[in-house]
């Protein structure tokens, strides 16, 4: 999923990261940090898991719940943010669709979230909650990959592709 975000967003954000080249203002900078520290986390905690340091695991849990809320709310008001200075350029009814998709990305992100909090004494039920919050993540960049970005076209055969890459994650 890493992996995905990094594509995705390769040309509109990292390319120049890594280069040194990124202006950019510091909310973006907190958005990404606290994005990829999400995927970096559950990369984490699942080798916690599996390695059987189940009380590292839980200890560290506790804070990450809290970085998921971090991500929800940074993640509203950075979209926010950028609606915002659309309308102030383009006008009101340039924007007035353009909440709804990360509106509903973290909408659907938090009920998983819950989920995941709700049955955290439940390993099969909460590693499949976890799973699926950090798949809603990784829709903006697999949205912004290369192959997928642009083609404008909602036929089957783009959209297929589309959500096997999305998806894979869960499908794995």
Request: no cysteine; aromatic share 14%.
């Amino acid at each position: 999923m890493m992996a995905f975000a990094l594509a995705g967003f390769w040309d509109d954000y990292f390319r120049d990261f890594f280069l040194g080249e990124l202006n950019r203002q510091w909310l973006l900078h907190l958005h990404v940090a606290v994005s990829m520290g999400w995927l970096v986390l559950v990369a984490l905690q699942a080798w916690f898991a599996m390695t059987g340091r189940r009380s590292l695991h839980v200890a560290i849990g506790r804070w990450g719940m809290w970085l998921g809320v971090a991500v929800v709310v940074i993640g509203l008001g950075f979209a926010l943010l950028l609606i915002a200075r659309k309308a102030a350029v383009e006008g009101p009814v340039a924007v007035e669709r353009l909440f709804v998709a990360p509106l509903f990305d973290m909408l659907v992100f938090s009920i998983f979230l819950g989920g995941a909090w709700i049955t955290r004494r439940r390993p099969d039920f909460h590693k499949r909650y976890i799973l699926l919050a950090t798949t809603t993540l990784v829709l903006p960049g697999v949205s912004r990959m290369p192959f997928f970005n642009g083609t404008g076209s909602v036929a089957l055969a783009a959209v297929v592709p589309y959500l096997l890459v999305w998806l894979s994650p869960v499908l794995i």
